[in-house]
């Protein structure tokens, strides 16, 4: 993941395309990223920046406390800072002893905070709502596309993330309501069992979070196309996180839920052909057609998928190898024929097209019914 300074410098690309943006351009946002005091100290005391100036500079120092405080003395407005960028928290203590008004626009830094109790508890202090998030974001850095919004409450989400039960109960006996977050979805991004199976137990056991809630209930306008959709075994599973896979079915999670979004647990298993940077899950394949996912269910859409591995561990477990080869050979004749895709990708989905029938004619040769 690029740095912040990195992501700061992105960003100023895309919204800062011409230097005279700034009255003196890329040099001067430059020394305020930098920390380059002395040289905005000289720019500030010749005037050759305006109030709206030096408020749009300081997305440039927000990890910079002199550079910062040298642009509020000048007039910058700390109510215009953007918030989801500002991880330090002096800088966010200097923006609040200028006006910044932390009662209302407070619950867009929690998150930035997840791990750090002091901040959070500074920000609550100041009146910042626990049970408002910054709903553009999807968590740490990642943003929805445009017009797509994520209700949960982030800082929740992250806290489960990161395993740590004490903060999660400091967060909810300050009013946090983790009925509005992701949290049991949340633990699946923490691969130190020592800590999500703790977690995951609080959750579960004290909290009484709903195993099956649906990551849907909390996204709109979004087309529903993550792949980190569904319920918190579906999560785990796209997540790889075997360890929180087998709790989660031990405690009955619903192997057969199909979310808004489609998603089931044995297709994120298999996993989409569009996702093959991944791979599949399948130490859980087994285990989910043992509990009641039927094996030739599962490999059609193995094969829809491409995907070789899941189909031979399919194979292994029962599935129907007649109707398969049928099934893939017809999607081979499809694919053949589809002139639809660009040629790099297209000769990629063949090969593995060939190959799928060329596993299931063995398959069926060597295993006659």
Not at 138 to 160: F, T, Y
Not at 285 to 295: D, E, N, R, T
Not at 330 to 355: C, F, P, T, V
Not at 358 to 364: A, E, G, Y
């Amino acid at each position: 993941m690029p740095s912040l300074r990195a992501r700061r410098r992105q960003h100023r690309r895309r919204y800062y395309p011409e230097p005279t943006c700034l009255t003196l351009g890329e040099a001067f946002m430059d020394w305020c990223q930098d920390g380059e005091e002395e040289e905005v100290r000289q720019v500030l005391a010749a005037g050759q920046l305006d109030d709206w100036g030096a408020t749009r500079a300081l997305f440039f120092a927000c990890d910079e406390p002199k550079v910062l405080r040298l642009l509020l003395e000048h007039g910058a407005d700390p109510n215009e800072a953007e918030l989801r960028w500002w991880y330090k928290f002096d800088c966010l203590k200097i923006l609040a002893a200028f006006g910044l008004d932390v009662e209302a626009k407070g619950h867009i830094s929690l998150q930035n905070f997840s791990s750090n109790r002091v901040a959070l508890k500074w920000l609550l202090d100041q009146g910042a709502d626990i049970n408002k998030s910054d709903c553009r974001r999807v968590g740490e850095w990642g943003m929805r596309i445009e017009g797509a919004k994520d209700d949960s409450l982030h800082v929740l989400n992250m806290v489960a993330a990161n395993g740590d039960i004490k903060l999660l109960e400091y967060l909810v006996a300050r009013g946090a309501d983790l009925t509005k977050s992701l949290a049991l979805h949340a633990v699946s991004s923490c691969h130190e069992p020592a800590k999500s199976l703790p977690m995951l137990s609080y959750l579960l056991d004290e909290q009484h979070m709903g195993i099956d809630t649906d990551t849907d209930e909390f996204r709109s306008d979004n087309k529903n196309k993550e792949y980190d959709s569904g319920t918190p075994l579906c999560v785990a599973i796209y997540g790889r996180n075997l360890p929180i896979v087998l709790e989660l079915m031990a405690r009955g999670a619903d192997i057969h839920t199909s979310s808004i979004s489609g998603c089931e647990p044995i297709k994120k298993a298999i996993r989409d052909s569009r996702d093959m940077e991944n791979g599949s899950l399948l130490p859980i394949i087994q285990p989910l057609i043992a509990a009641g996912v039927g094996a030739t269910y599962a490999m059609s859409h193995a094969i829809r998928a491409l995907r070789l591995r899941p189909a031979g561990v399919l194979l292994r477990s029962g599935a129907d190898a007649v109707a398969a080869l049928e099934e893939a050979r017809e999607q081979d004749e499809k694919i053949q024929h589809d002139q639809g895709l660009n040629w790099s990708r297209a000769m990629d989905y063949r090969s593995r097209s060939r190959n799928m029938v060329s596993l299931l004619s063995r398959w069926v040769k060597d295993h006659p019914s």
